[in-house]
């Protein structure tokens, strides 16, 4: 749909950095550039808002979302220590058909990371939320695994260029890590690779928004 491309190419150029925080996103001028409807543009920009990447403020319009490296970091530090425990109290209730479920997880991240289409970063992070969220659901506590949804939501935007400025095979290798050590039944080991990885993706924004 146009208003499916239109949102890609905004992200897109935000995440990028071609859109600067702070920016204003004019309508009228974004509907000759695409060549389309107010309304449509207007569905776009709601996309974007849900997601972070834009804010609308009444009677002056939107503008890129600023960047608070602080609240980054917060969020991320959080997610850190509330993922490891998801990975940790899960452990002893993991069967082994379900290594198996985690084990495709990764496979199929994998035909992702190699693949050439539009859809691979919106399929990637499907996949990828598949997999963090099969020990939320495991773990035994509802209210985890809710506030770590929250966390996440807030992040949107910022998970996505961490994608787009790195290699998403580290990010393979630690799910395998995290799988073996699931297998083993190594908690130490699981959890804290768990919280490695998502300590790797905040290291990987801290720097790329430093140079930028």
């Keep these: 749909m146009v208003k499916e491309k239109i949102c890609k190419i905004i ?4 995440i990028l950095g071609e859109l600067s925080p702070g920016e204003r996103l004019i309508e009228s001028e974004i509907c000759m550039k695409y060549k389309t409807s107010r309304g449509t543009i207007r569905e776009a920009l709601n996309l974007l808002v849900n997601e972070g990447f834009i804010t609308i403020i009444p009677n002056k319009g939107a503008t890129v979302s600023k960047i608070s490296t602080m609240d980054l970091k ?3 530090m959080l997610l850190a220590l509330l993922e ?3 990975v940790e109290w899960s452990i002893p209730c993991i069967t082994g058909s379900e290594i198996k479920e985690l084990t495709r997880i990764n496979h199929s991240l994998r035909k992702i990371m190699i693949s ?3 859809e691979k970063l919106k399929n990637w992070t499907e996949q990828n939320l598949a997999f963090h969220r099969f020990f939320w659901e495991r773990c035994g506590n509802d209210k ?3 506030i ?8 949107f935007r910022y998970r996505y260029t961490s994608l787009m400025v790195t290699s998403y095979d580290y990010y393979l290798k630690d799910h395998a890590t995290i799988i073996k050590a699931v297998k083993d039944k190594n908690v130490e080991k699981a959890g804290q690779t768990m919280e490695n990885h998502i300590l790797r ?9 430093s140079r930028a």
């Design 144 to 146: 985890l695994g809710w």
């Design 116 to 118: 050439n289409t539009e």
């Design 11 to 14: 992200r897109k150029g935000i």
């Design 74 to 76: 917060d969020f991320y």
């Design 84 to 86: 490891r425990k998801a």
């Design 148 to 155: 770590v949804e929250e966390i996440r939501q807030r992040i």
């Design 201 to 209: 993706a905040l290291k990987v924004l801290m720097d790329f928004f």
